[in-house]
C-alpha cells in the first residue's frame, strides 16, 4: 500500500491547473502592425511598427519592389502597450515602386496593407 503525504496532494492539485486563456483581441481592434511610407527626392523610406493592447505575437514579410526589389519576414512578440519599430528600408524608388506587408496576429484573420502602385492580385 502506497502513502502519499499532503504535499504529494498539493503538487497534484496544481499540476491539474488549466492555464487560464489569453483573451483575443476584439474583432474590430486595430492591427497591431502598421506601414509609414514616405517618397521624397526620389526614394521611399519604409518604417514596419508594430503596438498592440495586449502582448501579441506577430509574424510578417514585408516586400518592396521598385528598382531593386527586398524583402524582410519576422516573427516576434509585441509587449503590451509598448510602441515598437520592427523594420525600416530605404529604396530607389524609380517607377511603379510597390510597399506590400503580408502580416498574422495571434488570434485573428491575416492581412495585407498595400502602398504605391501594387498590381492587383499579387
Request: charged fraction near 20%; hydrophobic fraction near 40%; charge should be negative.
Amino acid at each position: 500500500m502506497m502513502r502519499y503525504g499532503l504535499a504529494h496532494f498539493a503538487l497534484v492539485a496544481l499540476s491539474s491547473e488549466v492555464a487560464p486563456a489569453v483573451p483575443l483581441p476584439p474583432a474590430d481592434a486595430p492591427h497591431a502592425l502598421s506601414l509609414t511610407v514616405e517618397q521624397q527626392d526620389g526614394r521611399v523610406a519604409i518604417a514596419l511598427s508594430g503596438l498592440a493592447a495586449q502582448t501579441t505575437q506577430v509574424s510578417y514579410l514585408l516586400e518592396v519592389t521598385g528598382t531593386s526589389n527586398s524583402r524582410h519576414r519576422g516573427k516576434t512578440t509585441l509587449a503590451a502597450n509598448v510602441p515598437a519599430r520592427l523594420s525600416t528600408m530605404t529604396v530607389d524608388a524609380g517607377k511603379g515602386w510597390c510597399v506590400r506587408l503580408l502580416a498574422e496576429e495571434e488570434g485573428r484573420d491575416p492581412y495585407e496593407i498595400r502602398e504605391g502602385h501594387c498590381p492587383e492580385g499579387s
